[in-house]
């Protein structure tokens, strides 16, 4: 049975990068090191693909590993990080030798690489990757995640990797639950347009049909999507902004 690698790399070259330094350590160190450990590997990026914000979130939690380089302190990277850390599924950080993190580093198995990418440090390096893969895979059940860190157990830990669900069918699902109903006087017009999503930042309070009024924390834009963690009075959820009416704005 394949089992599948995904991974995420800086998507662009930033000051003191060449043009395509970034494909160059997908090529030469990720893919064979993939490879050598059983695993086929795809990249989050890759425009062959295209995937959407909700398809990649789901690629992200179904797929059996994932590699994420924090070169640079690459955002894309760091949130694909941040889930598979966050519900206990087998994760690599990867980072070149110039990249000082924003975190603790140290805190973390992790593999480092020569941005230099010479011949004789590159064998060394699929090795070492290839080995992390192995090991990393094989101790899936122990990773060191926040969900054991809470001292949540397995059933939990279950239902937190099914968060894939919601976002497949994010329409039907929500379109399932009780309308609030009737609508408050302080919530104005369906948002229905693209536009009006784009102007969405956090901060702003938008009204939910289902969930009530809830503030926007934090945005994230992935593809041709938007997911947002949105404060309700019953809590926060990850939601996608979505132009279907489910969402209104609240009048000013």
Request: a negative charge; charged letters at 25%; hydrophobic letters at 35%.
């Amino acid at each position: 049975m394949e089992k599948k690698c995904f991974v995420f790399v800086p998507t662009s070259d930033p000051d003191g990068y060449s043009k395509g330094h970034f494909n160059r350590v997908y090529q030469y160190i990720i893919v064979p090191a993939c490879k050598s450990a059983g695993f086929t590997p795809s990249r989050a990026d890759d425009p062959a693909t295209s995937l959407t914000g909700s398809e990649i979130l789901k690629t992200i939690i179904d797929s059996e590993i994932a590699i994420c380089d924090l070169s640079t302190n690459d955002s894309n990277a760091l949130y694909g990080f941040t889930i598979r850390y966050a519900i206990n599924l087998p994760v690599i950080l990867l980072k070149d030798t110039k990249t000082n993190l924003k975190f603790n580093f140290r805190e973390f198995e992790a593999v480092e690489y020569d941005e230099s990418l010479r011949i004789d440090t590159v064998q060394n390096e699929i090795e070492s990757l290839s080995d992390m893969l192995k090991k990393t895979f094989a101790n899936k059940l122990e990773v060191n995640s926040l969900l054991n860190r809470l001292h949540i157990g397995s059933s939990q830990a279950a239902e937190a990797q099914n968060i894939s669900a919601p976002y497949e069918s994010t329409e039907k699902k929500e379109s399932q639950l009780p309308i609030i109903s009737p609508i408050p006087d302080f919530v104005g017009d369906p948002i229905t347009r693209h536009e009006e999503i784009e102007k969405l930042k956090t901060g702003d309070f938008i009204f939910h049909m289902n969930y009530g009024k809830g503030e926007l924390k934090t945005i994230k834009k992935m593809g041709n999507d938007k997911f947002a963690e949105v404060g309700f009075e019953s809590g926060s959820k990850m939601l996608i902004l979505v132009t279907t009416g489910v969402l209104r704005k609240i009048k000013s």
